[in-house]
């Protein structure tokens, strides 16, 4: 599964990578891109299976990526956790809105990146099979 | 019609302004009341721009003070700062995770040979035991690390407040320039063009002189 991890902080990038890696995913498989025009980008180039994105970035932000995605007819299928100190009900609605499918308040734990993770990929597969 | 009895003034009206009710000129009347008018808002600009002038001296001068206590002497020199704090925080941060990530695969690795001894059996059971320790050892050291790794998350958190400070300081420092430029222009001097892009100290110090506070 090809992971893109967009966040500002090379930190974050970086602790968002270590959590994916402990929870089975692929460490060579995981990219980073630290704003949403080079997230953006990146996902026209190569296939990817999933993005972790923040919200705060310069040049284009989270939520601007999430809309991006979704207006694009190649990438609008494509699943996006949002990882956020944003946790105004403005802004997790305008996510929703937005269409994200899954919002995590900093800090967080690997057990609630697991959760939301396997809640988005059961949706996906319960969508799959209906469809 | 007697100036000073006109109930819709009473007796505060100025004595200025009660002389001039009573000429006949109408132009006179107008221009004299233009003048008063203007006279006013002359004040008003003029304190405006003490008020500038005052606000941006404490400014420097409390720059000044904590200067020789090796702290910024300017609103540029503040924002710089905060910017060290934010690259040494995330290098703090990145040191942490280089640990983590050197470490995990070894402990990893402890787990694995640990598990291997005690799959394989055998009599002594000393060994047995140091190899129970260590494959707790190893596990107390994967959860510890990952720990580690999560309260990293600070940096980012805090970082970010960061970044809004500095922000927050370079709006009032350009609210402040902005307010001189201003009461400089209405109380009659040149607004320069670029006077919202002031951004050293200098510059202030030249754009402030320039209206005269």
């Given at each position: ?14 602790i ?53 995605i ?45 959760e ?16 | ?13 100025p ?6 009710l ?27 721009g003490?008020?500038?002038?005052d ?60 598990d ?30 990952s ?46 063009v ?20």
């Open positions: 599964m090809k992971i893109l991890v967009v966040d500002d902080f090379s930190t974050m990038r970086r968002v990578r270590n959590l994916l890696v402990e929870l089975g995913f692929s460490n060579t498989l995981i990219q980073e891109a630290d704003d949403g025009n080079n997230a953006i980008t990146m996902l026209r180039n190569a296939p990817f299976d999933l993005v972790v994105t923040d919200w705060n970035m310069p040049n284009m932000t989270g939520i601007d990526l999430l809309r991006a979704r207006a694009e007819p190649s990438l609008k299928a494509l699943p996006v956790l949002m990882v956020t100190a944003e946790n105004n009900r403005d802004q997790i609605i305008a996510a929703a809105q937005a269409g994200v499918n899954g919002y995590i308040v900093k800090p967080f734990t690997a057990v609630t990146l697991k939301k993770l396997d809640k988005i990929f059961e949706r996906l597969a319960a969508q799959g099979a209906t469809a | 019609m007697n100036a000073v009895t006109n109930p819709l003034f009473g007796e505060t009206l004595h200025e302004l009660q002389q001039l009573s000429t006949p000129d109408g132009p006179a009347f107008e221009q004299a009341l233009d003048g008063l008018v203007r006279e006013r808002e002359q004040h008003l600009f003029r304190a405006l003490v008020l500038a002038r606000l941006h001296d404490a400014v420097r001068r409390l720059g000044n003070d904590l200067a020789q206590e090796g702290v910024p002497d300017s609103v540029a020199d503040a924002r710089q700062h905060l910017h060290d704090v934010l690259d040494m925080s995330a290098k703090a941060a990145h040191r942490s995770l280089d640990f983590a990530e050197r470490m995990r695969p070894r402990a990893e690795a402890l787990q694995a040979d640990a291997q001894v005690l799959a394989n059996g055998g009599d002594d059971e000393a060994a047995a035991t140091l190899a129970r320790q260590a494959r707790d050892f190893a596990g107390h050291c994967r959860d510890g690390l720990d580690m790794v999560l309260a990293q998350s600070w940096q980012d958190l805090s970082g970010q407040r960061i970044k809004k400070v500095s922000s927050f300081i370079g709006s009032v420092e350009s609210s402040l320039l902005e307010l001189v430029r201003l009461t400089g222009a209405l109380a009659g001097g040149e607004a320069p670029a006077a919202a892009k002031v951004s050293s100290q200098d510059e202030a110090d030249r754009l402030l002189s320039e209206f005269g506070f």
